[in-house]
């Protein structure tokens, strides 16, 4: 069962900021937020993770809730090859000391010229 | 940078055949996955390998499958007997613990 809520779909214009929600209301403590990507039916592509504290990378930014209930995906400045389905998704432990991704359906991102 | 390989990238195979599918991780990581997606499904989890065995399956993960390691280097799914809604793309990924995991660009299953 998906952990995470996203809306379906969103537009965004060329260059301006994309941010994407997500809800994770029953997230565990230990429990990191993943964020990726997937362009038509490639590979899920890694853009961003995090734990509790906002993190930032030459992709894009997370911003986390200090209750860890929800986040934002911020994409700085879209381009049109940043049109995709995002997943918010939800690292769980499973035996072996190992994770897990639990993914939901995510949102599907346009990016309009 | 480095990337996980599957292959191959489509298999057609009719209905209760055999498939294997393959992967190279990336080298250095350490705890190995499956993943798979019905078209126009979200992404599911079928199985966990760590340490030379499975850490967790999915219920998906019947005893119509199986993962192999077999040489230190590649990852292998097995169908042994293939259904329809078998139909899917196949993810591989690879990584650890503290860091993100990589995905290979799939297989495209196709059981007719």
């Known amino acids: 069962d998906a952990k995470t809520t996203q809306p379906p779909s969103m537009d965004c214009a060329e260059g301006r900021a994309a941010n994407l929600p997500c809800n994770h209301s029953t997230i565990s403590g230990n429990e990191y937020v993943y964020w990726y990507r997937q362009i038509h039916s490639q590979g899920p592509q890694y853009i961003i993770h995090g734990l509790k504290n906002n993190e930032t990378n030459e992709m894009a930014s997370l911003i986390i809730t200090e209750d860890r209930k929800s986040s934002t995906l911020i994409l700085p400045h879209a381009t049109l090859r940043d049109t995709a389905v995002y997943y918010c998704i939800v690292r769980v432990l499973i035996a072996g000391n190992n994770r897990k991704l639990i993914w939901g359906l995510g949102t599907s991102l346009a990016v309009n010229p | 940078e480095p990337e996980v390989t599957q292959t191959p990238s489509h298999q057609v195979t009719q209905m209760g055949q055999e498939v294997i599918l393959r992967c190279v991780p990336i080298?250095?990581?350490?705890?190995f996955y499956w993943y798979r997606q019905i078209l126009g499904q979200k992404v599911e989890f079928l199985v966990s390998f760590y340490n030379n065995e499975i850490s967790e399956k999915s219920e998906i993960f019947d005893d119509q499958f199986s993962v192999e390691r077999p040489d230190g280097s590649n990852f292998t799914l097995k169908i042994r007997s293939t259904k329809l809604e078998d139909s899917a793309m196949y993810f591989c990924?690879?990584?650890?613990?503290?860091?993100?995991?990589?995905f290979g660009s799939g297989t495209r299953l196709t059981v007719v």
């Open positions: 080298s250095n990581h350490l705890y």
């Open positions: 990924a690879s990584g650890g613990q503290l860091y993100g995991y990589t």
